[in-house]
């Protein structure tokens, strides 16, 4: 996507090739900042510290974790000591061990010598397939808000998101953004109601952040104002990215999903999912007593961080001394609220049946 007319992925190989550079999103929208990753130490810190974060970069961020780490070592010990240190940075995201697994099946039958090449090589191929599977989840996704418009008229289509699920979530154009930005570029008139997303803001600091790089009409609006929306008709159709996605269809994501799920099913607004194929963990089938949720530091919700009017970012504490805090980073939708899946082959149903129509070798 283009960042002040210039082309970015979130994460590409340095010059040098042997380091890895990302953007810095705990810095956005005040400073685009971009910071270089050399080590797996360095790689696992900026996955739990969230200067990279949203499913599919944090798959792709971990395969290049262990590349980083083939380069120092490229034995046995080191390979199976970076892949847990790589899995015990983030619970949720199913692309995190998805991507551990991959790259860790392509190098264990190698020689010691070959590995760090075949690593960095594999990183890179997730990468581009990830670029692949959301353009692909993006032409299918423009159907629906095509449909939508004309079944106004041609007039603006209203679309709800929450969270960052977009291509700063991603190594580009994002899962839940790509029909947005997809239908956009095609002329379809579109506004993207944009939740802030509570505690860490990825609605308001990014998601809100690459629309308007992008040139797509948007507004912030609180967390809890959704339900609003869709009672007067002004949300024609929400569509939310995933974290881990059961085989049942179940769907986890940021926190604050399941309440907009309810509130659209209430409303008959109808609820997608951008979902690419890594996030579906095919071992689950019940996503609420399934799937771990992670408790991130209660100071996520007891503060708050922004630029103040003389440009200064600071952060300042929003509860009272003594309060306990808590902080569920995710929460899950029940596969009966989603209308659909958006996936890089087409949109299932929310269901077993639905998702083996498309991936029928996982049957
Ligand atoms: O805690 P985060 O910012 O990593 O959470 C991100 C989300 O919940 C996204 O919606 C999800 O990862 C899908 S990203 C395409």
């Given amino acids: 996507m283009l960042v002040d007319g210039v082309a970015h992925r979130t994460i590409w190989l340095s010059d040098d090739g042997e380091s ?4 810095d999103q705990t810095l ?10 050399t080590s797996v130490g360095e ?25 980083l780490a083939m380069q120092a070592d490229g034995g046995d010990d080191a390979l199976d000591r970076a892949c847990e240190t790589l899995a015990a940075t983030r619970p949720t995201a199913i692309n995190l061990r998805w991507a551990l697994d991959r790259v860790r099946s392509v190098l264990r039958p190698l020689s010691v ?17 990830d670029v692949g599977i959301n353009e692909g989840i993006g032409a299918h996704g423009v159907d629906l808000l095509r449909a939508a418009s004309e079944a106004k008229g041609g007039a603006v289509v209203n679309v709800l998101t929450h969270c960052n699920a977009g291509w700063l979530a991603t190594v580009d154009w994002g899962t839940a953004t790509a029909p947005i930005y997809r239908a956009h570029d095609a002329g379809i008139p579109v506004h993207v109601w944009v939740d802030e997303t509570r505690p860490r803001n990825q609605g308001a600091s990014l998601t809100a952040w690459e629309l308007g790089h992008h040139g797509v009409p948007h507004t912030v609006i609180a967390d809890s104002v959704g339900g609003h929306l869709m009672q007067r008709g002004k949300v024609d159709l929400c569509i939310t990215g995933t974290d881990r996605t059961t085989a049942t269809g179940d769907v986890c994501n940021k926190i604050g999903t399941y ?14 999912i951008g979902l690419p194929s890594p996030t579906i963990d095919w071992t689950l089938s019940d996503g609420i007593a399934e799937i771990p949720i992670e408790e991130r530091d209660g100071t996520e919700v ?15 504490t929003i509860t009272p001394k003594g309060s306990a805090v808590a902080n569920f980073a995710f929460d899950v939708t029940p596969a009966r609220l989603v209308t659909g899946l958006i996936t890089e082959r087409g949109i299932a149903s929310a ?13």
């Fill in 259 to 272: 309440l907009k799920a309810l509130a659209a099913h209430d409303n008959g607004v109808p609820f997608y």
């Fill in 20 to 23: 890895v550079e990302i953007i």
């Fill in 28 to 37: 956005l929208p005040h400073a685009f900042e971009i910071v270089r990753l």
């Fill in 351 to 363: 269901s077993r049946d639905g998702l083996l129509d498309l991936f029928p070798e996982q049957g």
């Fill in 302 to 316: 007891s503060e708050m961080t922004g630029r103040t009017a003389d440009g200064q970012i600071e952060t300042v």
């Fill in 113 to 129: 010598q070959d590995r760090r090449d075949a690593a960095f090589q594999c990183a890179a191929e997730i990468c581009d397939e």
């Fill in 43 to 67: 790689t696992a810190h900026a996955i739990k510290t969230m200067k990279v974060r949203g499913a599919p970069l944090i798959g792709a961020t971990a395969a290049y974790g262990i590349a």
